[in-house]
Nanobody
Framework: QVQLVESGGGSVQSGGSLRLSCAAS????????MAWFRQAPGKERERVAT??????????RYADSVKGRFTASQDNVKNTLYLLMNSLKPEDTAMYYC?????????????????????WGQGTQVTVSS
């Protein structure tokens, strides 16, 4: 019943910006992880950003490769996850995926790598040219 749909990908020159969106339906949990992953051809999937929500609180983690350039956020009213990508580089070129982990364990707050992602979107392509 849970569905994640990404949008906002496209082609942009280096230094440009894009804003990705992930619309979630059928996902109404009080504790959960939401994350952005990316994968380039021939490379391993990389976790870009994670938001762990436990009750009324949330914490955000970023990969070192995007820290200071990307900003993840979520709108609980709209049930939408966002990724604002600034100062894009060619190395950011990849397919970007949204993922969700329901019923988060409190321990995931401290170790978001352990979030158990049960739902994934289809991906949206981001291409950055120099």
């Amino acid at each position: 019943q849970v569905q994640l749909v990404e949008s906002g990908g496209g082609s942009v020159q280096s230094g440009g910006s894009l804003r990705l969106s992930c619309a979630a339906s059928g996902f109404t949990y009080s504790s959960y992880c939401m994350a952005w992953f990316r994968q380039a051809p021939g490379k391993e999937r990389e976790r870009v950003a994670t938001i762990v929500t436990i009750g009324s609180g949330s914490t955000t983690r970023y990969a070192d490769s995007v820290k200071g350039r990307f900003t993840a956020s979520q709108d609980n009213v709209k049930n939408t996850l966002y990724l604002l990508m600034n100062s894009l580089k060619p190395e950011d070129t990849a397919m970007y995926y949204c993922a969700a982990a329901p019923n988060a364990s409190p321990s995931w707050w401290y170790q978001p790598i352990n979030c158990e992602y049960a739902y994934w979107g289809q991906g949206t392509q981001v291409t950055v040219s120099s």
